[in-house]
């Protein structure tokens, strides 16, 4: 009963990660060429659900009710209403298109992307990607339909970690086709003259949590909580007395501070769930607290 009751408690008390294809196109501009799948009757449904379970490495995906082209050059940016793309253990998110392996040639019929991601939809980080062997672009692995679309290991298509660009959370995936590009050099190794530009399947969220497991907490007017990685970031005009305590109310931290700015790594404290208690002189709010979860080498607060 005590593990029921306590497993219980977690799940009230803090959100945890969540894994989910997208539900939300913030802008689309399509590009030159093919609109397969773009007719009102099929977008954007057609992208917000699993990878179709038909494709695989020698079948390609070919239905409008599962994929749309975005045209050569085209642009399309997808995400999700309420939640964040976090950096989590792995692989963060999985972009699948249609390549597949051409029965002649024996290689991989590509029409690739550039991936870039952005927390506020202003300021975009590209992922590195090579022009001639197309690594680090998207569209570029066929998918395996019948798997979990959830597990990059089997899955297929092509899977990001937003560790390679140091960012801690996202909300905006920026799909940019690159095929009209390649058919301007046909000794490209990917140069076909039939391709006709990215084919969206689907995007998977391997690592999302709620927007609100990320809100800095201005719980007063007069300071502010934030968290980076395993280290919990306080800024307040007064001065204060921070004190942490685990899931079971032993006091594990206690200090006074003048300063502007505390900061304290988590890390070196055993456990997942903490407390947080804060208190001040000399103001009308005495005390205020705050939960903590460490998970995934990440601290989220509420």
Known sequence: MKILLFIFFLNTLFCFSYQAPIDTVFWFYPGRGQ?????????????FNLPD?????????????????????GEICVGFKNYYVYD?????????ENAFINPITKKVFAEP????????GVNFYEFPWDYYTLQGCAGTKPTNGKANPFDPKVSGGNS???????????????????????????NHPYYDPVISGFDLDCVVGLNL????????????NHYLVKSYKTFLNIHSEKEFLLQIYDACGKLLLSVETKSDNYEIDLSKFHGNIFFGLI?????????????????NDELFIN
């Open 209 to 220: 949590t709620s927007l609100t497991d990320f809100a800095e907490l201005p719980l007063e």
């Open 88 to 96: 989590g253990e792995g692989e963060d998110f999985t972009i699948f």
């Open 113 to 120: 992307a550039v991936v870039s991601v952005s927390e506020d």
């Open 35 to 47: 609109n397969f799948g773009q007719d009102s009757t099929y977008f954007p449904m057609n992208i």
């Open 279 to 295: 208190m001040w002189r000399n103001t009308n709010a005495k005390f205020t607290h705050f939960k903590i979860l460490k998970l």
């Open 160 to 186: 990001f970690d937003l560790a390679v660009l140091g960012l801690k959370k996202i909300r905006y995936i920026k799909i940019k086709d690159i095929c009209d590009t390649i058919l301007k050099s046909p």
């Open 53 to 73: 379970t038909n494709a695989s490495e020698n079948i390609p995906s070919a239905n409008p009710k599962n994929i749309c082209s975005i045209g050569l050059g």
